[in-house]
T-cell receptor, first 117, second 111 residues
Framework: GAVVSQHPSWVICKSGTSVKIECRSL??????MFWYRQFPKQSLMLMAT?????????EQGVEKDKFLINHASLTLSTLTVTSAHPEDSSFYIC?????????????FGPGTRLTVT | QKEVEQDPGPLSVPEGAIVSLNCTYS??????FMWYRQYSRKGPELLMY????GNKEDGRFTAQVDKSSKYISLFIRDSQPSDSATYLC???????????FGTGTRLKVLA
C-alpha cells in the first residue's frame, strides 16, 4: 500500500520560533497533499490543500502567513509554523493523493505532535 | 450545526460483540463516505469507503450509507481488543478531494 511519512514525529519549540514539518510520499507521486490539524478529542480539520508547483489553497480561518506550505516536488510538501505560540500546539497530519485516483484514495502520514512552550 | 456529527463515545463493548458506529451529516452533496481507524498518536488508516448509497462488506466490517436519512454506519462483527481505537467518518463531495471529518468515536473492546 501507499506510504506517507512525516518528519519529525514530535517537536518541542519555544514560543516565537519557527518549525518545519515534512511530509513525504514514499512509493508514489502525489500531485496533491493536504495538511490537517487535530486538537485533543477533536476532529481533523483541513488547513490547506497543496498542489505541486503552485500556491497552496488555505481553508477559511487559517493564516497563510503563519502556516507556510511548500509543495516543492511530487513527493515532498512542507509545513512551516512561523512564530509559533502555545496555541499552535497540536497534532499536524498530512495526507497525499496519487494522481488520477478517486477521492477516497488519500493516504495519511503518522502525524507530527508540536508542543510550543 | 456541524456538517458531520459523530458521537465521541467512549463506547465500551465486550470481546465478540457487534459494534455499531454512526455519523450523521447535513450536506446532501456528499457522495463519498469513508471510515478511518486511528490509534492513539497515529495517523488515520482507511478501513472502508463507499460511493453514494448502499452497503459494502469487507471481512468483519460493513459500511452502510442511507442518503435519504443522511446517516452512515460502520458495523464491526466479532470485535477484538485490537479493534480498540478511535473511528472517524469522513465525507467528500464529487469533484473535490476535501474531506470533512467527524470528531471520531473512541471504541474500547474489553477482553
Amino acid at each position: 500500500g501507499a506510504v506517507v511519512s512525516q518528519h519529525p514525529s514530535w517537536v518541542i519549540c519555544k514560543s516565537g520560533t519557527s518549525v518545519k514539518i515534512e511530509c513525504r510520499s514514499l512509493d508514489f507521486q502525489a500531485t496533491t497533499m493536504f495538511w490537517y490539524r487535530q486538537f485533543p478529542k477533536q476532529s481533523l480539520m483541513l488547513m490547506a490543500t497543496s498542489n505541486e508547483g503552485s500556491k497552496a489553497t488555505y481553508e477559511q480561518g487559517v493564516e497563510k502567513d503563519k502556516f507556510l506550505i511548500n509543495h516543492a516536488s511530487l513527493t515532498l510538501s512542507t509545513l512551516t509554523v512561523t512564530s509559533a505560540h502555545p496555541e499552535d500546539s497540536s497534532f499536524y497530519i498530512c495526507s497525499a493523493r496519487p494522481p488520477g485516483q478517486s477521492p477516497y484514495e488519500q493516504y495519511f502520514g503518522p502525524g507530527t505532535r508540536l508542543t510550543v512552550t | 450545526q456541524k456538517e458531520v456529527e459523530q458521537d465521541p463515545g467512549p463506547l465500551s463493548v465486550p470481546e465478540g460483540a457487534i459494534v455499531s458506529l454512526n455519523c450523521t451529516y447535513s450536506n446532501s452533496a456528499f457522495q463519498y463516505f469513508m471510515w478511518y481507524r486511528q490509534y492513539s498518536r497515529k495517523g488515520p488508516e482507511l478501513l472502508m469507503y463507499t460511493y453514494s448509497s448502499g452497503n459494502k462488506e469487507d471481512g468483519r466490517f460493513t459500511a452502510q450509507v442511507d442518503k435519504s436519512s443522511k446517516y452512515i454506519s460502520l458495523f464491526i462483527r466479532d470485535s477484538q481488543p485490537s479493534d480498540s481505537a478511535t473511528y472517524l467518518c469522513a465525507m467528500s463531495t464529487s469533484g473535490t478531494y476535501k474531506y470533512i471529518f467527524g470528531t471520531g468515536t473512541r471504541l474500547k473492546v474489553l477482553a
